[in-house]
Protein backbone atom coordinates (compact mmCIF):
# COMPACT_ATOMS: atom_id res chain seq x y z
CA UNK A 1 0.00 0.00 0.00
CA UNK A 2 1.52 3.58 -0.56
CA UNK A 3 2.36 6.16 2.07
CA UNK A 4 -1.26 7.92 1.28
CA UNK A 5 -1.52 9.53 4.47
CA UNK A 6 1.77 11.13 5.60
CA UNK A 7 1.69 12.80 8.90
CA UNK A 8 4.62 15.80 9.75
CA UNK A 9 4.66 16.82 12.80
CA UNK A 10 6.42 20.47 13.26
CA UNK A 11 7.38 22.45 16.31
CA UNK A 12 7.47 25.87 14.81
CA UNK A 13 11.41 25.73 14.35
CA UNK A 14 12.98 26.38 10.62
CA UNK A 15 15.03 23.28 11.50
CA UNK A 16 11.93 21.18 11.69
CA UNK A 17 10.26 22.56 8.66
CA UNK A 18 13.26 21.04 6.33
CA UNK A 19 10.72 17.74 6.18
CA UNK A 20 7.40 19.49 4.38
CA UNK A 21 9.09 19.93 1.26
CA UNK A 22 10.70 16.68 0.62
CA UNK A 23 7.04 14.86 2.43
CA UNK A 24 4.57 16.87 -0.32
CA UNK A 25 7.25 15.48 -2.56
CA UNK A 26 6.65 11.86 -1.76
CA UNK A 27 3.51 12.42 -1.35
CA UNK A 28 3.00 13.76 -4.99
CA UNK A 29 4.64 10.59 -6.22
CA UNK A 30 2.56 8.27 -4.30
CA UNK A 31 -1.06 10.31 -4.92
CA UNK A 32 -1.18 10.99 -1.21
CA UNK A 33 -1.85 13.90 1.07
CA UNK A 34 0.21 15.58 4.31
CA UNK A 35 -1.30 16.86 7.39
CA UNK A 36 0.83 19.24 8.99
CA UNK A 37 0.53 18.43 13.02
CA UNK A 38 1.59 21.13 15.80
CA UNK A 39 0.86 19.97 19.54
CA UNK A 40 0.14 22.60 21.92
CA UNK A 41 1.95 21.49 26.05
CA UNK A 42 -0.03 21.92 28.94
CA UNK A 43 1.42 24.30 31.43
CA UNK A 44 1.94 23.38 35.13
CA UNK A 45 -0.92 24.71 37.12
CA UNK A 46 -3.87 23.65 39.22
CA UNK A 47 -6.43 26.30 38.22
CA UNK A 48 -8.41 24.21 35.54
CA UNK A 49 -9.88 27.08 33.56
CA UNK A 50 -6.44 28.86 33.27
CA UNK A 51 -5.00 25.73 31.68
CA UNK A 52 -7.90 25.62 29.37
CA UNK A 53 -7.21 29.33 28.47
CA UNK A 54 -3.52 28.62 27.98
CA UNK A 55 -4.29 25.81 25.65
CA UNK A 56 -7.17 27.33 23.96
CA UNK A 57 -4.33 31.00 22.70
CA UNK A 58 -1.68 28.48 22.21
CA UNK A 59 -3.99 25.98 19.70
CA UNK A 60 -4.98 29.24 18.49
CA UNK A 61 -1.45 30.50 17.51
CA UNK A 62 -0.45 27.47 16.23
CA UNK A 63 -3.19 27.11 13.89
CA UNK A 64 -1.95 30.25 12.45
CA UNK A 65 1.49 29.33 12.51
CA UNK A 66 0.35 25.69 10.67
CA UNK A 67 -1.68 27.48 8.02
CA UNK A 68 1.40 30.14 7.62
CA UNK A 69 3.84 26.83 6.50
CA UNK A 70 0.76 25.68 4.52
CA UNK A 71 0.32 28.80 2.17
CA UNK A 72 4.54 28.94 2.24
CA UNK A 73 4.73 25.53 0.53
CA UNK A 74 1.62 26.27 -2.40
CA UNK A 75 1.23 25.38 -5.07
CA UNK A 76 1.53 21.47 -4.79
CA UNK A 77 -0.32 18.48 -6.27
CA UNK A 78 -0.91 16.85 -3.18
CA UNK A 79 -3.48 17.83 -0.41
CA UNK A 80 -2.23 19.37 2.84
CA UNK A 81 -4.09 19.55 5.84
CA UNK A 82 -3.31 21.36 9.47
CA UNK A 83 -4.14 19.74 12.74
CA UNK A 84 -3.41 20.72 16.76
CA UNK A 85 -3.70 19.21 19.35
CA UNK A 86 -2.47 19.01 23.03
CA UNK A 87 -0.96 16.93 25.27
CA UNK A 88 2.57 15.57 25.82
CA UNK A 89 4.06 16.06 22.11
CA UNK A 90 5.45 12.00 21.44
CA UNK A 91 2.31 10.59 22.98
CA UNK A 92 -0.06 12.95 21.18
CA UNK A 93 1.51 12.43 17.80
CA UNK A 94 1.62 8.30 18.27
CA UNK A 95 -2.10 8.20 19.28
CA UNK A 96 -2.75 11.31 16.07
CA UNK A 97 -1.19 8.82 13.98
CA UNK A 98 -2.80 5.80 15.19
CA UNK A 99 -6.38 6.81 15.17
CA UNK A 100 -6.25 8.70 11.69
CA UNK A 101 -4.30 5.82 10.42
CA UNK A 102 -1.05 7.18 8.74
CA UNK A 103 0.79 5.54 6.40
CA UNK A 104 4.30 7.16 7.36
CA UNK A 105 5.51 10.05 9.91
CA UNK A 106 8.28 12.22 8.36
CA UNK A 107 10.22 14.42 11.29
CA UNK A 108 13.49 16.19 11.72
CA UNK A 109 16.06 15.08 14.56
CA UNK A 110 16.02 18.52 15.90
CA UNK A 111 14.08 21.49 16.10
CA UNK A 112 14.48 24.64 17.47
CA UNK A 113 11.14 25.40 19.47
CA UNK A 114 10.20 28.96 19.84
CA UNK A 115 6.53 28.08 19.56
CA UNK A 116 6.15 24.86 21.64
CA UNK A 117 8.57 24.56 23.95
CA UNK A 118 9.55 21.26 23.54
CA UNK A 119 12.77 18.98 22.87
CA UNK A 120 12.17 18.11 18.83
CA UNK A 121 15.17 15.80 19.05
CA UNK A 122 13.60 13.90 21.90
CA UNK A 123 10.33 13.78 21.09
CA UNK A 124 11.61 12.64 17.64
CA UNK A 125 13.38 9.67 19.22
CA UNK A 126 10.56 8.66 21.37
CA UNK A 127 8.81 8.49 18.50
CA UNK A 128 10.88 6.10 16.49
CA UNK A 129 10.36 3.70 19.08
CA UNK A 130 6.67 3.65 19.70
CA UNK A 131 5.04 4.67 15.79
CA UNK A 132 2.40 2.53 15.15
CA UNK A 133 3.80 2.87 11.27
CA UNK A 134 6.98 3.47 9.32
CA UNK A 135 8.90 6.28 10.06
CA UNK A 136 11.40 8.91 8.33
CA UNK A 137 14.06 10.71 10.69
CA UNK A 138 15.54 13.42 8.56
CA UNK A 139 19.08 14.86 10.64
CA UNK A 140 18.54 18.67 10.86
CA UNK A 141 21.93 19.38 9.63
CA UNK A 142 21.01 17.34 6.30
CA UNK A 143 18.81 17.77 3.12
CA UNK A 144 16.52 15.46 1.76
CA UNK A 145 15.22 15.92 -1.82
CA UNK A 146 12.96 12.91 -2.84
CA UNK A 147 12.56 14.30 -6.15
CA UNK A 148 16.17 13.61 -7.03
CA UNK A 149 16.46 10.33 -5.21
CA UNK A 150 18.86 8.14 -7.38
CA UNK A 151 19.59 5.17 -4.55
CA UNK A 152 17.74 3.89 -1.87
CA UNK A 153 20.37 1.16 0.80
CA UNK A 154 18.42 -1.28 2.39
CA UNK A 155 20.82 -3.45 4.65
CA UNK A 156 19.83 -7.15 5.52
CA UNK A 157 20.96 -9.39 8.29
CA UNK A 158 19.51 -12.56 6.72
CA UNK A 159 16.46 -12.74 9.29
CA UNK A 160 12.74 -12.81 8.16
CA UNK A 161 12.23 -9.55 10.52
CA UNK A 162 14.91 -7.64 9.03
CA UNK A 163 13.12 -8.73 5.53
CA UNK A 164 10.09 -7.37 6.33
CA UNK A 165 11.02 -3.84 5.39
CA UNK A 166 12.05 -4.87 1.84
CA UNK A 167 7.85 -4.41 0.96
CA UNK A 168 8.60 -0.35 2.14
CA UNK A 169 12.11 -0.03 0.32
CA UNK A 170 10.35 -1.33 -3.17
CA UNK A 171 7.43 0.68 -2.49
CA UNK A 172 9.66 3.83 -2.50
CA UNK A 173 12.03 2.88 -5.27
CA UNK A 174 8.49 1.57 -7.50
CA UNK A 175 7.19 5.14 -6.98
CA UNK A 176 10.52 7.29 -6.97
CA UNK A 177 11.72 5.28 -9.87
CA UNK A 178 15.38 4.68 -8.11
CA UNK A 179 18.13 2.33 -8.11
CA UNK A 180 17.93 -0.42 -4.48
CA UNK A 181 21.24 -1.45 -3.24
CA UNK A 182 20.97 -4.86 -1.36
CA UNK A 183 23.67 -4.95 1.84
CA UNK A 184 24.25 -7.48 4.13
CA UNK A 185 27.28 -7.06 6.68
CA UNK A 186 29.20 -9.85 7.93
CA UNK A 187 30.75 -8.70 11.14
CA UNK A 188 34.41 -9.85 11.73
CA UNK A 189 34.19 -10.14 15.14
CA UNK A 190 32.16 -13.28 14.34
CA UNK A 191 35.25 -15.05 13.03
CA UNK A 192 37.83 -14.57 15.74
CA UNK A 193 36.06 -16.54 17.84
CA UNK A 194 36.92 -20.25 18.74
CA UNK A 195 36.49 -22.70 15.79
CA UNK A 196 36.16 -19.64 13.20
CA UNK A 197 38.99 -19.07 10.55
CA UNK A 198 39.30 -17.20 7.33
CA UNK A 199 37.99 -20.43 5.70
CA UNK A 200 35.21 -20.33 7.49
CA UNK A 201 34.57 -16.60 6.72
CA UNK A 202 34.82 -16.76 3.41
CA UNK A 203 32.17 -18.65 3.36
CA UNK A 204 30.06 -16.86 5.10
CA UNK A 205 30.93 -14.11 2.80
CA UNK A 206 29.50 -16.70 -0.04
CA UNK A 207 26.34 -17.50 1.75
CA UNK A 208 25.23 -13.75 2.38
CA UNK A 209 26.23 -13.25 -1.37
CA UNK A 210 23.70 -16.22 -2.01
CA UNK A 211 21.70 -15.04 0.62
CA UNK A 212 21.38 -11.59 -1.51
CA UNK A 213 20.84 -13.23 -4.75
CA UNK A 214 18.03 -14.62 -3.60
CA UNK A 215 16.36 -11.71 -2.65
CA UNK A 216 17.33 -10.03 -5.95
CA UNK A 217 15.83 -12.77 -7.53
CA UNK A 218 12.47 -12.33 -5.56
CA UNK A 219 12.20 -8.86 -6.66
CA UNK A 220 9.81 -8.01 -9.92
CA UNK A 221 10.39 -4.39 -11.02
CA UNK A 222 11.47 -3.92 -13.68
CA UNK A 223 12.57 -0.62 -13.91
CA UNK A 224 14.58 -0.37 -10.74
CA UNK A 225 17.86 -1.66 -10.83
CA UNK A 226 19.01 -3.93 -8.02
CA UNK A 227 22.39 -4.53 -6.89
CA UNK A 228 24.00 -6.70 -4.13
CA UNK A 229 26.92 -6.06 -1.97
CA UNK A 230 28.77 -8.14 0.65
CA UNK A 231 31.07 -6.41 2.82
CA UNK A 232 32.86 -7.24 6.06
CA UNK A 233 33.61 -4.97 9.15
CA UNK A 234 31.40 -3.52 12.71
CA UNK A 235 27.93 -3.16 10.99
CA UNK A 236 27.05 0.59 11.99
CA UNK A 237 30.08 1.18 10.31
CA UNK A 238 30.00 -0.47 7.15
CA UNK A 239 26.36 0.91 6.57
CA UNK A 240 27.24 4.24 7.15
CA UNK A 241 30.13 4.52 4.79
CA UNK A 242 28.57 2.72 1.94
CA UNK A 243 26.18 5.14 2.14
CA UNK A 244 28.39 8.13 2.16
CA UNK A 245 30.89 6.48 -0.70
CA UNK A 246 27.51 5.11 -2.96
CA UNK A 247 25.51 8.45 -2.52
CA UNK A 248 22.97 6.78 -1.03
CA UNK A 249 19.82 9.28 -0.87
CA UNK A 250 17.49 7.07 1.96
CA UNK A 251 18.23 4.39 4.01
CA UNK A 252 15.51 1.74 4.98
CA UNK A 253 16.02 -0.10 8.03
CA UNK A 254 14.18 -2.62 10.61
CA UNK A 255 14.15 -1.59 13.99
CA UNK A 256 14.94 -5.26 14.85
CA UNK A 257 16.18 -8.60 13.48
CA UNK A 258 16.89 -11.88 15.01
CA UNK A 259 19.72 -12.72 13.43
CA UNK A 260 21.35 -14.28 17.22
CA UNK A 261 23.39 -11.24 16.99
CA UNK A 262 22.62 -8.06 19.24
CA UNK A 263 23.61 -5.11 17.31
CA UNK A 264 21.38 -5.63 14.84
CA UNK A 265 18.66 -4.99 17.30
CA UNK A 266 17.50 -1.55 17.29
CA UNK A 267 19.15 0.81 20.15
CA UNK A 268 22.49 -0.15 18.82
CA UNK A 269 22.44 -0.37 14.45
CA UNK A 270 19.24 1.37 13.79
CA UNK A 271 19.81 3.91 16.18
CA UNK A 272 23.88 4.49 15.66
CA UNK A 273 22.97 4.48 11.90
CA UNK A 274 20.32 7.40 12.22
CA UNK A 275 22.77 9.50 14.38
CA UNK A 276 25.96 8.88 11.85
CA UNK A 277 23.99 8.56 8.36
CA UNK A 278 24.94 11.23 5.72
CA UNK A 279 21.19 10.85 4.71
CA UNK A 280 17.26 9.94 5.36
CA UNK A 281 16.48 7.23 7.27
CA UNK A 282 13.30 5.15 7.19
CA UNK A 283 12.95 2.90 10.28
CA UNK A 284 10.08 0.09 10.07
CA UNK A 285 9.29 -1.02 13.45
CA UNK A 286 9.20 -4.59 14.03
CA UNK A 287 8.03 -4.99 17.76
CA UNK A 288 4.46 -5.11 18.56
CA UNK A 289 2.73 -1.06 18.74
CA UNK A 290 2.16 -0.14 22.17
CA UNK A 291 -0.88 2.65 22.51
CA UNK A 292 0.32 5.80 24.28
CA UNK A 293 -0.78 6.52 27.32
CA UNK A 294 -3.99 8.46 27.66
CA UNK A 295 -3.51 11.46 29.91
Not at 9 to 34: K, N
Request: contains cysteine.
Amino acid sequence: MPYQKILVPLDGSDLAERVVQPALALAEAMDGSVTLLTVVTRKPGNDPDLMAKAIQSGSYEAGLYLRAVQKRFMPTLAPVETAVVSGKPENAIITFARENAFNLIIMSTHGRSGLTRWSFGRVADKVLRRSPCPTVILRSDKEIKPEKFRRILLPLDGSVLAERVLEAALLMAAHLAVELLLLRVVERSAFYGFGHDEESMEREIQEAQVYLETVKARINLPHVPVSCHVLKGPATDVIVDFAETEKVDLIVLSSRGDSGFDAWMFGSVAEKVMKGAPCAILVIRQEPFIAAPRE
